[in-house]
């Protein structure tokens, strides 16, 4: 009696074990997040629609009035340069890790002169940058993300349908660019 | 021997069933820290951050999500009426109250599979604070029903539990710790189809 409470004392320790085990390499294993449902869509530096017109997001969880393009960059190839033109009520930039974990985000209010142009660096390109700074990117703002591999998320709000063009063709402006 | 044998098998047994299985069970329900809740409405701040805990961050990377920035936006939802009944496709309900300060919010609902709901008759599925009909007060109402109503509606069809989803874009609650003191509209209920 006294060894099959052993056995269900040891059990429940083991269970107690391999619950943390599983729930920390669940992220580790997930085929499931975001970068794989991008990576099936474009490769690295080509900008993606989150919400295709006519298909299911790829997001689950985006605005219905929110149009979002993504891009995939890894920084061991060189710091990634994101830009745009024009003007739109409202867009905010996101920077994602290779897990899709939300690293940095920043909006247009936040811009000086509402520009879109960003660099996403690591900090020891920064460095570099700082030193050496190629004369294009003066009005630039910088993202410091400690991250290889990781996700560039650019929204902008529509508040109608009318104004789906606009921001439509704002978002194939946006350019994800190896700098 | 075969005693022990057997008492091993139940041990293993015991803490792979157990553990694989309460981590799922953990993750297919909402378990997690650090949720603000405010009324019926709750968010998540940390989701999908790096400083989300363990059960968020396992649930997080199952469903495809990017998830808002502080800078970007707070997402809060709301799965019951200030009753604490479920909220249900076939009730009208009315959001009344104060909306805390954001440069814009929207609204929209999302069914039983978390899916966004469309009307078929091609209304937006969603309602802005930009373009709201509002009180000589600056206070806003909003109805949520499948049947037409007068001012601000939120169309809704089908049957079943559903879920509203009011994210804040652009504000400054999103990065203060003092997240539970903000006020949130009530979700009353008006009234149900028979």
Redesign the interface.
């Known amino acids: 009696m006294s060894r099959l409470l052993h056995a269900l004392v040891v059990g429940l320790v083991g269970a107690g074990i391999v619950h943390i085990v599983v729930l920390l390499l669940v992220p580790v294993y997930s085929e499931r997040d975001a970068w794989s449902a991008l990576s099936q869509q474009a490769n690295f530096y080509r900008t993606v629609r989150l919400d295709p017109p006519g298909a299911p997001p790829l997001i689950g969880s985006l605005d219905p009035l929110i149009d979002a393009v993504a891009c995939r960059f890894d920084l061991r190839d060189g710091v990634v340069r994101v830009h745009g033109e024009g003007q739109v009520p409202y867009w905010s930039i996101s920077v994602h890790d290779r897990a899709g974990l939300n690293v940095y985000s920043f909006n247009d209010r936040s811009s000086p002169r509402g520009l879109f142009d960003f660099v996403v660096a690591t900090p020891a390109q920064m460095i570099g940058l700082r030193n050496a700074l190629p004369p294009e990117l003066d009005d630039s703002i910088f993202i410091e993300a400690d991250t290889a591999e990781g996700i560039v998320v650019v929204r902008a709000f529509v508040p109608d349908e009318s104004w789906e063009p606009t921001i439509t063709a704002w978002l194939r402006g946006v350019a994800c660019t190896l700098h | 021997m075969l005693?022990?044998i057997l008492?091993?098998a139940?041990?293993?047994?015991?803490?792979?069933?157990?553990?694989?299985g309460?981590?799922w069970l953990?993750?297919e329900r909402d378990f997690g820290f650090d949720t603000v809740t405010i009324g019926n409405w709750v968010a998540f701040p940390q989701h999908?951050?790096?400083q989300?805990d363990?059960?968020s961050?396992?649930r997080?990377?199952?469903?495809?999500?990017?998830?808002?920035?502080?800078?970007?936006?707070l997402?809060f939802t709301a799965r019951r009426d200030a009753d604490g009944q479920l909220l249900s496709l076939e009730c009208a309900y009315r959001i009344e109250g104060e909306f805390p300060p954001s440069?814009?919010w929207?609204l929209?609902a999302r069914d039983a599979e978390?899916?966004?709901i469309?009307t078929d008759g091609g209304r937006?599925?969603?309602l802005?604070s930009?373009?709201l009909l509002r009180h000589p007060d600056e206070a806003a109402d909003v109805g949520v029903s499948a049947h037409a109503a007068p001012g601000n509606w939120l169309a809704v069809q089908g049957s079943g539990p559903f879920t509203l989803?009011l994210?804040l874009?652009?504000t400054a609650i999103a990065s203060s710790a003092r997240i539970g003191e903000v006020e949130l509209p009530r979700i009353v209920r008006e009234g149900c189809d028979e």
């Open positions: 005693k022990s008492l091993t139940v041990a293993l047994a015991i803490a792979i069933v157990g553990g694989a309460s981590v953990a993750l999908g951050t790096p989300a363990p059960y961050r396992a997080f990377s199952r469903e495809a999500d990017l998830a808002l920035g502080r800078a970007e936006g997402v440069r814009f929207t929209s978390d899916a966004l469309v937006a599925p969603a802005h930009l373009a989803v994210t874009y652009d």
